[in-house]
């Protein structure tokens, strides 16, 4: 606004930012007597560290019919709607320490640094956000249940074991571990003018502007912003009417009160809260990506709600004992959880979890290190052309790499890369057609 110097094109980009916001993208796809917009796509990461119960990590069968490990039983009534996938494994974690090494790169197939430096790669929830982050208020939810740790083990920084989401090599997107402020990020107003009248939000600036322009530009900002004013009547009216035009988020703003401050003692309330944010964010169209970590590799969680409280995460890891089993299960609740709530949501030609891709994956198949076939099972997408109550099995084929997940996931999110981390190909059989 400084410049003396503006074009029409500099205009209308900086209006256009101000007006792409969230509830006016979610409805200015459909104008009356068009097509409806359709929902969209979204896409939740759950990582739980040190692997599962190296017995009762199974499936088999398909559809209705289809069987699951006892670590897989919160999942039961999905089953229709769940992929097991078998099979893959991140070439990059195969040549570093154990935890650290295994986990920095998860979700990049990046090659880590080693000693005290940090340097990962790009996590393929980052690069969604990055593509796709304009279309609502926040690019992406990442959120933890488990403070970062700090310290060398076996060679490598325990920021890795801490991080699976990274904005850039060096840098791990922030990670929000209190309940009370991802609730901020997510929906404080005090400091943004999403609960304001768009064309009054940039008008002062647009006046400026004016003056400088030549007569026919002139004419087109005005057309410009009477047309932002027109569609901002339509929406207030529709409103009035009770009428939606297109897709429109299901909540227009929270239905639950601010989380408490502080992180809470208990940790199945700990761990509802942050699963109840990240639906709650997709309900209300405020971000569209989300990773949640339930916990850290070589994690120091414990379970007193389960009876296990005589020994932490990673060590309880290392046994097949009936307490392991108690404890993986916790985890994989919340996974049925997130998916339960969101396939009560009706949402355009289905349901919401119809809409949304939930995997939950862990950076070793079992407790001791075992990371040449890991644990990944994907819930929904229906809609993103996933057919769930499947099994893909890709041990001993040449093609199994993680990434080559991460590609196909892309693809579903409108986000097509020609490759990814270590892979070129996409993830055979994931996606129908």
């Known amino acids: 606004m400084k410049n003396h110097h503006c074009t029409r094109r500099m205009v209308l980009r900086g209006l256009g930012a101000l007006v ?23 896409l939740a990461v759950l990582f739980s560290g040190n692997g599962f119960h190296s017995k ?112 850039s090599p060096s840098t791990p997107t922030p990670l929000e571990i209190y309940p009370a402020l991802a609730f901020d990020q997510l929906f404080r107003t005090d400091h943004a003018a999403t609960d304001v009248s768009v064309l009054d939000a940039v008008l002062d600036d647009a006046k400026r502007v004016h003056g400088r322009l030549g007569l026919a530009d002139r004419h087109r900002l005005d057309e410009y912003l009477g047309s932002v004013r027109e569609v901002e009547t339509r929406i207030e009216r529709a409103a009035k009417e009770g009428r939606r035009e297109g897709w429109r988020p299901t909540l227009d703003k929270p239905d639950v009160p601010r989380p408490k401050d502080g992180i809470p003692s208990d940790l199945p309330e700990y761990f509802r809260l942050m699963c109840d944010l990240a639906v709650l964010a997709f309900r209300t169209d405020t971000t569209r990506i989300c990773s949640l970590k339930l916990n850290n590799d070589h994690s120091s969680q414990r379970f007193p709600h389960l009876k296990v409280d005589y020994m932490i995460h990673h060590l309880l890891s290392h046994s097949d004992t009936a307490d392991w089993l108690k404890v993986n299960q916790f985890f994989m609740e919340q996974s049925a959880y997130i998916a339960k709530k969101l396939d009560q949501i009706e949402e355009g030609n289905g349901t919401a979890l119809d809409n949304t891709m939930i995997v939950h994956l862990s950076s070793m198949l079992t407790g001791n290190h075992h990371n040449q076939d890991l644990p990944v099972v994907l819930l929904g997408g229906k809609n993103a052309g996933i057919a769930g109550g499947r099994i893909i099995d890709r041990s001993g084929k040449p093609e199994r790499k993680l990434c080559s997940l991460y590609l196909s996931l892309m693809d579903c999110m409108g986000v097509k890369l020609d490759r990814f981390g270590d892979a070129q190909v996409r993830l055979d059989g994931l996606v129908a057609g």
Not at 20 to 40: D, F, I, N, T
Request: charge should be neutral.
């Open 56 to 167: 009762e990590w199974w499936a088999n069968g398909e559809g209705a019919g289809m069987e699951l490990g006892k670590v897989l039983e919160p999942l039961m009534p999905l089953r229709e709607k769940l992929v097991f996938i078998k099979g893959l494994y991140n070439h990059e974690a195969l040549t570093g320490g154990i935890h650290s090494a295994m986990t920095g790169g998860i979700l990049s197939g990046a090659k880590l640094a080693p000693g005290g430096s940090i340097r990962s790669g790009t996590s393929f929830d980052q690069v969604l956000a990055q593509r796709l982050g304009e279309a609502t208020r926040v690019p992406s939810l990442v959120v933890g249940c488990e403070e970062i740790f700090a310290g060398i083990h076996k060679g490598y920084s325990m920021i890795y074991s801490s991080q699976i989401s990274w904005s």
């Open 20 to 42: 792409a916001l969230p509830w006016l993208e979610s409805l200015v796809a459909a104008e009356p007597g068009g097509a409806s917009a359709a929902p969209p796509k979204r």
